[in-house]
Structure formats: structure tokens, C-alpha cells
């Protein structure tokens, strides 16, 4: 069996304001991409070759563009494709000191901005 990544990506519809969600699946071995809507129970894109993914963009939060559609990846689609990914992170520990407390806003504004996860 081919290995699969799966993830469930939102789409904000600019015209109509809806926001769409959508399974994605990667399959790196062939570069292929598949779309399933989850809403209307169909296939939106059949599994197709496409070079514009890659598994360092494939992380929770990460907002990726499938034929011009920016599609923001929201959770793990199965287990298999969270343990992969998770296993594959690094996590760092922050320590504020007391005298930084008041800053703390700040501090926190620019590790997000930085594109870090707090958890």
C-alpha cells in the first residue's frame, strides 16, 4: 500500500463567503493529491499529479495553495498522518522570567508572529 497523508484543510470561498472543508490527501511517493469534499460527501479533485506540495509545508496551521486555492490545514485526517508529522517536530521550552511578566503580551505576540505553536 502507498503511503497516504491525510489532513482536513478549510477554504474560505472569496465570492461567497463559505468556508468549504475539504479532506486532503498526499501521497509522496507519486507526488499525487487528492481532494474529498467533506459537505457534499464527493470527490472535489480526483487523485492528480501536483509538484507543489511537499511534506516540510504538511503541518497543522500551515496554509498551502492547490491550484490557486489557499487551503489552511486544520487537524490530521487519520492517526498515521499525525504520528508521522508529530514525530517529525521539535518542541522548545520557553521560560519567562518574573521580571519579563509585564512584557508577557509582547513576548507572546512575537513567538506567534515567528510561526511557533504554544502549547
Known amino acids: 500500500m502507498a503511503q497516504r497523508y491525510a489532513f482536513i484543510a478549510e477554504w474560505l470561498d472569496p465570492n461567497s463567503g463559505v468556508l468549504w472543508r475539504y479532506q486532503l490527501f498526499?501521497?509522496?511517493d507519486t507526488s499525487e493529491?487528492?481532494?474529498f469534499d467533506i459537505k457534499n460527501r464527493r470527490h472535489f479533485l480526483k487523485r492528480v499529479k501536483?509538484?507543489?506540495v511537499n511534506l516540510q509545508q504538511l503541518y497543522i496551521g500551515s496554509t498551502i495553495t492547490v491550484y490557486s486555492r489557499q487551503l489552511r490545514?486544520?487537524?490530521y485526517g487519520d492517526e498515521y498522518t499525525r504520528h508521522a508529522v508529530e514525530s517529525r517536530t521539535?518542541?522548545?521550552l520557553v521560560i519567562i522570567k518574573p521580571d519579563a511578566v509585564?512584557?508577557?503580551?509582547?513576548?507572546?505576540?512575537?513567538?506567534?508572529t515567528s510561526g511557533f505553536t504554544i502549547v
Do not use: F, H, S, V
Request: hydrophobic share 40%; net charge negative.
Open 33 to 35: 493529491i487528492e481532494m
Open 102 to 112: 509585564k512584557y508577557m503580551g509582547k513576548i507572546i505576540n512575537a513567538i506567534t
Open 73 to 75: 490545514l486544520i487537524e
Open 50 to 52: 501536483y509538484d507543489g
Open 26 to 28: 498526499w501521497y509522496p
Open 90 to 92: 521539535e518542541r522548545t
